[in-house]
């Protein structure tokens, strides 16, 4: 049975500058770093504690474009305090934003990918 999502891939054009971003700014760690037979690097980060990694593949290893693939959200427990941490580590974060479904913030990652970190409002 199925119990939850493992990893996503997202397409990076240089992935020692993507491990920079997710290792050093979002604070990420890395789950694997392994050569891979024809498609280069397997190189896997995940927040701590995370049950989903994410998978930093060479775009040109698999014949697609920096940021192309899955829009990701991360959870949170504090957007707000999340926010400053990211902004204070270097990285362009959005203002954040109360909606009826949560509270978010977006963040400018590598090659295009915007990411998002919310926290929901579940009644």
């Keep these: ?8 891939i997202i397409y990076v054009s ?3 500058q ?4 997710y290792r050093d700014i979002l604070g990420f760690d890395i789950v694997q770093d392994v ?14 504690h995370g049950t989903t990694s994410l998978m930093l593949a060479s775009a040109s290893a ?6 192309e693939g899955a829009h ?3 959870a949170t ?3 707000a305090a999340t926010a400053e941490a990211i902004k204070v580590r270097g990285a362009e974060v959005s203002e ?12 400018a990652a590598p090659d295009g990918h915007d990411l998002q970190f919310n926290e929901r409002h579940i009644k």
């Excluded at 109360?98 to 977006?106: D, L, S």
């Design 1 to 8: 049975m199925i119990t939850h999502i493992a990893t996503a």
């Design 18 to 21: 993507a491990l920079t971003f």
């Design 72 to 74: 990701l959200t991360f």
């Design 14 to 16: 240089d992935q020692d």
């Design 77 to 79: 427990d504090d957007v």
């Design 35 to 48: 050569e891979m037979e024809h498609e280069g690097r397997w190189l896997e980060v995940a927040p701590a």
């Design 96 to 107: 954040v934003t109360v909606a009826p479904w949560g509270t978010y913030a977006t963040v």
């Design 62 to 67: 698999f014949g697609k474009q920096p940021g």
